[in-house]
Structure formats: C-alpha cells, structure tokens
C-alpha cells in the first residue's frame, strides 16, 4: 500500500514539475514577399471571404459547410466553417483593422478541441512595388494541453500550413 502511495505521489509530482516547465504561450508566423503594391495587398487581405482562395485549410475540406455574418473586412465580420477531421469546426471572428496595416482576428477553435488563438495579419511596403506579408497567431497552453507542447511544437504544427497559404496567396495575387 505505502509502493503504491509513493508510485501515485511521484506521478502528482511529474505532472505539476511538468506544468511548471511548459511553455505558457505559443506565437507562430511566417512571412512572404509579394510583387504588389501594399494597398494592393492590403484591401484583399482584409476581407474573410478571399481567404477560401489561398487558405491550406480551405484545400483540405473545398466541401466545408461556411457561413458568414457581419460586414467582411470589418471588426465584427465573423468567417464560421465546419468541416472533416483535418479542419474540424470553429469560426474567426475579424476584432481590429489597422487600415493598410494590419488585421487582427480572434480564432475561436470548437472541434476537435476548444482553444481560442489570436491571429493576425500585417503588410508592409519593402520597396520596389512589393509587400512583406506576415501571417502569425498566438495564444495561451492552457493545463493539461500546456504539458503537450512540451513534446509536440506549434510552429511544427501549423508552420507549414501557413507557409503552404502564403505561397498560395503570393500566386493568386501576383497573376
């Protein structure tokens, strides 16, 4: 009785050493250069809708069932979709626009798991008619998914995807 005491103890132990050390926050982007001026870039950028065009997620599920309210490309327009296992169900909800600077959405996460992360995405003039487009959220680890990311990375996770998206938006806005 006093083994399995000990063997239960040092597990409680192992799991608050772990949520202790595990990172507490996550931010991933990734950033690309477009041949178009940042205005350009910018009023299509903003608009949820676009997003089917050059999104990765948008390719893994084309028959995901998508709904939109409020007024696109302003604080308040919510994207809601629901799809198959790969992109599973949540909607992104358009929170502040820095005009011809940067969007900042609110992505709320509903299957397979609950999370909400905070994504966003900003240009900027590099010159020569080009635009520097970086895409990037971020968020909290929540406990127990915090002792996840110890043995599994975010930017791992997602970090292709966005280089997947940008790569497409580069060629849908540069034809």
Known sequence: MATLLYILLGIIVLILFLAIIAPKTYDV?????IDRSKGEVFNYLKYLKNMDEWSP??????DMEKKFTGTDGESGAVSYWNGNKDVGEGEQE?????DGERIES???????WKSTSDCYTKVADVGSGKTKVTWGFSGNNKFPMSIMTLFMSMDKMVGKDFEEGLATLKTV???
């Open 29 to 33: 982007s990734r950033s690309i250069e």
């Open 57 to 62: 997620w948008a390719k893994k599920d084309p």
């Open 94 to 98: 358009i929170k502040k626009v820095v």
């Open 106 to 112: 609110e992505l709320r996460f509903l299957k397979p």
């Open 173 to 175: 806005l540069e034809k």
